[in-house]
């Protein structure tokens, strides 16, 4: 028996990509794109391309995008960031798997990520398995600050095509984004009780740059892989240094 599908997008602020996005799945009838406040045509935008579209305070990552599940007319989600895009491959594995009653509750999804003009398809960001295809009725997203996921309450398969992230406009829009994500994370591990001392800033960063580059591959994707196996390593050196500066900063009467 053929399973209907819905799409939910959050958005902020995302008139240079929600078009794109909406577009990968004019495919699907029923399109949920909750909005958090835009000042930018966001919502215009996404207006043109679907009647189903809300605006809602942010409270979290996590907090939205269950709000937009429940918004769902169908019990089976999507769940599609505004800068990443439905593959045609991914999209007719998506529609053979639905043809069907699903044998599973959810499904991860491989995504690959364009950066410094090519398809990163290695270090930490790929294969980047991404649980966004799942039966709402066991699904709940977490609260977590940053790097929010979804949990489901049964079996969980894996697709094969990928997911298409368009993350970073350069340079500067990738170091921008790693100073926001870092201080969620910063505070996500606060709250879960860490702490950062010498040998986390020390050792930690290193570590995670051989990770990258060498064992998971880095060096294949030529400049581009080095520049993203050096940015990985700086993402984790600045939130364990902004873990080490909340707890400066409590313990300074």
């Known amino acids: 028996m053929a399973v209907d599908l819905s799409v939910v997008i959050i958005t902020k602020n995302e008139a240079a990509n929600i078009a794109g996005a909406i577009e990968s799945v004019s495919w699907i009838d029923d399109i949920v794109v909750v909005d958090s406040g835009s000042t930018d045509d966001t919502v215009a935008i996404a207006r043109r391309h679907t009647d189903r579209v809300f605006t809602r305070k942010w409270e979290g990552y996590g907090a939205q995008k269950n709000y937009a599940t429940g918004l769902a007319a169908h019990d089976w989600v999507l769940s599609l960031d505004a800068d990443e895009r439905v593959s045609p491959e991914l999209a007719a594995e998506i529609d053979g798997v639905l043809r069907r009653s699903p044998p599973v509750q959810g499904y991860r999804i491989p995504r690959t990520t364009r ?73 996500q591990m606060l709250d879960d009780g860490r702490r950062a001392g010498p040998l986390d800033l020390i050792a930690h960063p290193p570590l995670v740059f051989l990770r990258n580059y060498v064992l998971r591959g880095g060096f294949r994707d030529g400049i581009p892989g080095l520049i993203v196996s050096l940015m990985n390593s700086y993402y984790v050196f600045l939130k364990f240094a902004k873990l080490w500066e909340h707890h400066r900063r409590s313990a300074t009467p």
């Open 115 to 187: 950066y410094l003009g090519r398809w990163i398809r290695s270090t930490d960001w790929y294969p980047d398995h991404q649980l966004r295809l799942y039966d709402r009725r066991v699904a709940e997203w977490n609260a977590r600050y940053v790097h929010e996921s979804v949990t489901v309450d049964g079996r969980v398969g894996r697709l094969r095509s990928e997911v298409l992230h368009y993350a970073y406009d350069g340079l500067s829009d990738h170091l921008s984004t790693i100073n926001h994500y870092t201080t969620l994370a910063a505070r």
